[in-house]
């Protein structure tokens, strides 16, 4: 995947959010922000509250999850906010395991909804060796 001229978004765009963005900015990528609080680095091209989350995700060619594990933020990824990603798109935990249902995610990977996706974390850690997610072939685990 060439990264220049695609659109990402970072979901909490705190201290590793914004040294993310920065990265991807200089390889061409126009990144977005959502969070609580408005973003305004000038890496972000656009920013994004998260009640609008699933506008920004629609647009997404790559999401990047950096978000703390709070009672708001858990299972925030669920089955019908992966269902407005857009098609096609990766998504990245770098942050908690938790916020995104694993369940919705395999299925979504299976079945083609997002091309891929890396996970450095889950819900129950260390990852079973028994755990189905082993097996999801677009899956890269860290």
Same mark, same amino acid.
């Given at each position: 995947m060439e990264l220049y =001229?695609?659109?990402?978004?970072?979901? *909490?765009?705190g201290d590793i =959010?914004?040294?993310?963005?920065?990265?991807?900015?200089?390889f061409g990528v126009d990144v977005m922000a959502v969070d609580i609080v408005k973003a305004t680095a000038?890496?972000?091209?656009?920013?994004?509250?998260i009640s609008d989350?699933?506008?920004a995700l629609s647009i997404s060619d790559i999401v990047i999850i950096t978000l703390p594990l709070t009672d708001a933020?858990?299972?925030l990824v669920d089955k019908e906010?992966?269902?407005?990603?857009?098609? *096609?798109?990766?998504?990245?935990?770098?942050?908690? =395991? =938790?916020?995104?249902d694993e369940n919705a995610l395999a299925v979504a990977l299976e079945n083609g909804k997002l091309s891929a996706a890396i996970l450095d974390v889950?819900?129950?850690e260390p990852l079973s060796a028994e755990s189905s997610l082993w097996g999801v072939k677009n899956l890269l685990i860290t």
């Open positions: =001229g695609k659109k990402a978004t970072i979901v *909490g765009a =959010g914004t040294e993310t963005a920065k990265r991807l900015s200089a000038d890496c972000y091209c656009s920013y994004f509250d989350i699933q506008k933020t858990r299972n906010l992966i269902a407005n990603i857009k098609d *096609g798109s990766i998504i990245v935990n770098m942050s908690r =395991g =938790g916020i995104i889950f819900e129950n």
